[in-house]
C-alpha cells in the first residue's frame, strides 16, 4: 500500500533551519507531483510548496517564499522541505502529499486528492 512517511520535525528557535523529509512507497514516486501542507492548532491545512514530477518546477505559499525550499530525490523516493528563518507562525504539524498531476487549484487541501502521510510537529520558540 502507499505510504508516505514525514521526519525532521522539531523543537527549534525563531531564525533557525529544519529539513523535513518525506519519504514515499507503494508508488511510482517520479510520476507524481508532490507537496507540503501544514495546520496549526484551530486552523485550516494551508498550501506550503509543490514540485512537479522532474523537479523543474516548484510553487510556494507567499508566506514562506524566500525562506523554504522544496526538492526532490527520485532515486530515493523522498521530497524534501528545507525551512530557513523560521518563525513561531511557521509552528504546526506539515503534511507531505502525492497527486499524479498537479492540480488546478493547488493551492487547496482539497484538490489533493491523492495520498496524504501522517505528519511531523514543527515547533518554533521566540
Known amino acids: 500500500q502507499v505510504q508516505l512517511v514525514e521526519s525532521g520535525g522539531g523543537l527549534v528557535q525563531a531564525g533557525g533551519s529544519l529539513r523535513l523529509s518525506c519519504a514515499a512507497s507503494g508508488l511510482t514516486f517520479s510520476r ?5 501542507f501544514r495546520q496549526a492548532p484551530g486552523k485550516e491545512r494551508e498550501f506550503v510548496a509543490a514540485i512537479t514530477r522532474g ?6 505559499a507567499d508566506s514562506v517564499k524566500g ?5 526532490r530525490d527520485n532515486a530515493k523516493n523522498t521530497v524534501y522541505l528545507q525551512m530557513n528563518s523560521l518563525k513561531p507562525e511557521d509552528t504546526a504539524v506539515y503534511y507531505c502529499t502525492a497527486r499524479p498531476i ?3 487549484m493547488y493551492t487547496q487541501m482539497g484538490a489533493w ?3 496524504w502521510g501522517q505528519g511531523t510537529q514543527v515547533t518554533v520558540s521566540s
Request: glycine fraction near 18%; hydrophobic fraction near 25%.
Open 32 to 36: 507524481n507531483v508532490m507537496g507540503w
Open 55 to 60: 523537479g523543474s518546477s516548484t510553487y510556494y
Open 67 to 71: 525562506r523554504f525550499t522544496i526538492s
Open 102 to 104: 498537479l492540480p488546478g
Open 113 to 115: 486528492d491523492g495520498y
